[in-house]
Structures are given as C-alpha cells and as structure tokens.
C-alpha cells in the first residue's frame, strides 16, 4: 500500500517515529493509502531546515523565486489529471470538480503571487525639508501554515504560496483527512528545483503535527484554516508568544432571497451554493431566507431541482454529488439532520444516507437536504454543520432578514439576490460578514481581501493583504 512521506529538507522522507496512520477513500470507505504519524520530533526537523534555508531564500532575487514558483504552477498544469484524480479520491469530490475548480486554483494561487512580488511597490512620505519616510517590508522568518480538508491543495496552496512569494521560508500541514495531493506537490516541488529546505510539509494528526507548529518558538507567523474551535486553541497557544496569526475559520451563510430577484438564477445558483462539494465549502450558504411572497414558488422549485440531484461515484460523470469526506463527518451530519427534526423541522427532500451497490457500498453518501419550518435561532440554524444540509426560512422585511441572517456567531459570507441597488447598498453594509455576493456565489478576484468576522476568524488572505501579512512593516525615516 502506498505510504506517504513527508517533504523536509528537499527530500522525502519517513515520519521518525516509523509510525502511520490509515487514508480512506471516502468513496469506497476503504483504507487506500498510509499517512506519516509525525510529531514534534518531525516539525523539530523541518524547522531547522526552514531556518537554514531562510537567509539565502529571503535574499535570492524575486524574479528567481517567482520563476521557481512558476515552474511549481506549470508542473501542476501539466499534472492536472492526475492530481485532479487523487484529490477526488482522498475527498470524495466529484472528480470534475477538482479538474474544474481545486486544480486550476492550486496552480493559479502559484502564478498569482508569483507574478504579484514583480509588482509590489512602497510608500513614500516626505515632510517637506525635514525628513524622507519609507515603508519597508521584509520577510519574516518561518511560516507555519495548516489548512484544512474540504478544498484540500487549493486551500494549502493559498497559504504556501504568499509565503514563499514574500521570502519566508515554510512549514505546512495539510489535513491528515485528504494528505495525497500535498504529497504529490512536495514531489512537484522537487523536481521544479525548489531549494532545500524553503518548503517543508510534515503529516499528520493536528493535536500533534499542528501544535507543534502552533508552539514552536521559531516559527513566528501562523496561517491557519479550519474550524472555529481548533482556530482558538491555535490562538490561545501563539497569543502569549505574540505569534502573527491570521485565523479563516467556520461559516453559517446567510442567502437571501428578494422577491425581486432574477427567480431562475437565483435558483441554479442557490442549488450549487448549498450543495457544491457536498457542502463542505466554508462559503455555502447554509441559510436560505426567502422573502414571503415567493416563498412557495421558490421552496417547491428548489426542493424539485435538489430531487434531481445525482449522488453517486465521484469518478462518473453524472454525479452532482460524490461522497462527505469520511464515516465520522457522515455521522455528524445525520446526527443534526436528527437534530432538526427534533426542533421542529420538516425535511422536504433528502434527509438519510444513501447506500449504493457494489464498491461503492460502504462508501459515505448523504442525500442533499432541505429542511423547512426551523426557528431562526435554533441549533441547526446557528451551528456549522458543513455538509448537505439546507434550511429555508421566509421572511418579510429587510429589518427581519438582517437581524435573521446576522444572528449567529459567524460572519463568513453572505449572498444576495436583489436587482434593487440601493437595496443591495444597504444590505451589503449592514450584514456582518467578510464577502458579499450580490447576484451571484464563488465568484473570485484574486487580488480582493478575503476573510471573515466575528467567530469566521481574523486577517485577510488573498492579494496584497495575503503579502503583506507574511511581511513586517518597518518605516525608516531619513533627515534631509
Ligand atoms: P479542523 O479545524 O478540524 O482542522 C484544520 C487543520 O487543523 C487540520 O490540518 C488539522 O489537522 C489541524 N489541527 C487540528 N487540531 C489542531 C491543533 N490543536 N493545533 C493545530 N492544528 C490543528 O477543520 P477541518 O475539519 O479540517 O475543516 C473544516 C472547517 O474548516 C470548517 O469549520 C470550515 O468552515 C473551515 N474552513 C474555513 C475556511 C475559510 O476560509 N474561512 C475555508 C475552508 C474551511
């Protein structure tokens, strides 16, 4: 059986304690593959090599190490299938997916902050005769940076990327749940020619492999995507430390449907933001608030599309939906479907786990489900449950929906579908959340400042914000 390895140093090799861990294909609910048990002993090693390779990487020129990390985009362009068949095997997903979306963006997150170093420029701040101001931004020494496993190499390489870019050197964890795809960049990595010991992945459990890096006293800055719970243990770890931290934490999104909407975009896309990826994107929108007088037409013609919905191998063609990512999310999942009936829900569509035949049979799949007649303010309304899994509520008013929609502990993502401008002004400042979507869901500008508030987490990743967190800011003031 295949064993992954972890990548320190440039080269690939074995967790120290000789110990590994079982990988499931979700689809299948077998074991495929071995992950490396690594502990601190293992992130003890990669740091060193991080820090050896630091003052060399931090000085080589930037159009070297945006060639090198070119050459990294160009390898996953080149590997596109292949990677794009591993990550839908370690996750589940619909393998069209990944080629569609997880690994054009693992190579564009490359090319984009590879291209962004060539174009940064400083401020200047002149006080007339007396003094000359200017900002200087250096890198800052080893990065830790852990993601998670819903979007398993887009999301791991959103953070590796600006860090490289910026001229730190790295120590990463990918999640130990969808580990294959990180394995293969690391190999990526080498054969484009990556210096020793710039990026280093180290796999395994997170109370392990991710504290390690959360407390380790040489890795200054942390870039951390995950779950809410885990996002606090990290930060009451690195806080006394006065780590930089930058936290992208769970959701609870809000889409909210105005009468006035374009009825059938609405609708499509409201299918694909509840159950792309089965659910598990950070950014679906898990509430649907619709207002009164389309509610029926909306419930009845939205229920009938997600009927239609194909779960199924993720490898065919004709699946909209493969498999959640493992047994224990599947539970997770059920156990609050349970939950919603207790709390007065009505399931209008899906609602149990699907049971294929053959291969296929013990494999993780969920029927999309849509759930009305829930209390805005109840478990299943407040709580992150990230899978398919949707609620639809109709309201009356604008005053009603804001407070609906802004009553949970997370501030992620809101989506809107209104063709009234002012409304939509008014709307995007009042909701508590780091992206607005007006007409629309996903849709992505590199260069635009991504995050979330409240409970979704702190900082910003993506464009110069993603930069400039990996960077310190110095002002150097010159006497004229
Ligand atoms: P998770 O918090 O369980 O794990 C995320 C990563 O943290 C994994 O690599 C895990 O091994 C590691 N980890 C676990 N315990 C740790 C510890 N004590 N110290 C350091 N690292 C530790 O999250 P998950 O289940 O992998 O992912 C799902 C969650 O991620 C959802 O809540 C989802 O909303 C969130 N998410 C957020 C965004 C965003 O951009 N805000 C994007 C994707 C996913």
């Known amino acids: 059986m295949e064993k992954i390895l972890n990548y320190i140093n440039g080269e690939l090799v074995a967790p120290e304690s000789g110990e590994y861990l079982d990988n499931y294909d979700p689809s299948r609910g077998t074991v495929y593959s071995q992950i490396p048990d690594s502990d601190a002993n293992d992130i003890d090693m990669a740091v060193s090599a991080a820090k050896e390779a630091f003052p060399l990487w931090s000085k080589t020129p930037r159009e070297e190490r945006s060639r090198l990390m070119l050459k990294v985009a160009e390898l996953i362009d080149e590997n596109h299938e292949m990677l794009s068949r591993a990550e839908s095997k370690d996750n589940g997903k619909p393998l069209k997916l990944a080629r569609r979306v997880d690994i054009p963006r693992a190579s564009s997150n490359f090319r984009f902050f590879a291209t962004a170093i060539l174009h940064e420029s400083t401020e200047a701040h002149r006080m007339d005769e007396t003094a000359m101001n200017y900002t200087e931004r250096t890198p800052i020494g080893v990065a830790g940076c852990i993601s998670p496993w819903n979007l398993p190499l887009y999301l791991f390489t959103w953070k590796i990327a600006p860090a490289l870019a910026a001229g730190n050197t790295v120590v990463a964890k990918p999640s130990e749940v969808t580990p294959m795809t990180a394995f293969l960049l690391s190999k990526l990595c080498i054969e484009a020619g990556l210096p020793k010991g710039v990026l280093n992945i180290v796999h395994g459990l997170g109370p392990k492999v991710g504290q390690a890096i959360s407390e380790h006293p040489d890795i200054p800055i942390i870039s951390f995507t995950g779950g809410t719970a885990t996002g606090k243990r990290i930060a009451a770890t690195a806080a006394p430390m006065f780590k930089k931290l930058s936290l992208e934490l769970g959701g609870k999104n809000p889409n909210i449907i105005f009468a006035d909407c374009d009825f059938d975009k609405a609708l499509s896309t409201s299918v694909q933001s509840s159950f792309?990826?089965?659910g598990q994107i950070c950014l679906c929108g898990s509430r649907i608030f619709i207002e009164r007088s389309i509610y029926d037409k909306f419930r009845d013609a939205f229920a009938e599309k997600v009927q239609k919905l194909k779960v199924g191998d993720p490898l065919a063609e004709s699946s909209h939906l493969g498999a959640v990512v493992s047994k224990p999310h599947m539970e997770k999942v059920l156990d609050y479907i349970d939950l919603a009936k207790k709390e007065g829900g009505v399931v209008l569509t899906g609602g149990q786990?699907?049971?294929t035949a053959g291969e296929l049979s013990k494999g993780y799949y969920l029927a999309p489900t849509v759930i009305e007649g829930l209390d805005y303010n109840c478990r299943t309304?407040?709580?992150?449950?990230?899978?398919?899994?949707?609620?639809?509520?109709?309201?009356?008013?604008?005053e009603e929906v804001l407070t609906m929609a802004n009553s949970t502990p997370y501030g992620l993502s809101a989506t809107l579908w209104t063709n009234d401008l002012n409304r939509t002004q008014r709307m995007s400042t009042s909701i508590k959340a780091g992206v607005v979507w007006v007409n629309c869901w996903l849709v992505r500008d590199l260069r635009t400042p991504f995050g979330g508030v409240k409970q979704s987490g702190v900082g910003r990743e993506g464009g110069w914000d993603a930069l400039q967190f990996f960077t310190e800011k110095k002002n150097v003031c010159i006497k004229l």
């Open 353 to 355: 786990q699907i049971v």
């Open 276 to 278: 792309a990826n089965q």
């Open 381 to 398: 309304n407040q709580e992150e449950i990230f899978g398919p899994l949707v609620t639809l509520t109709p309201f009356d008013t604008e």
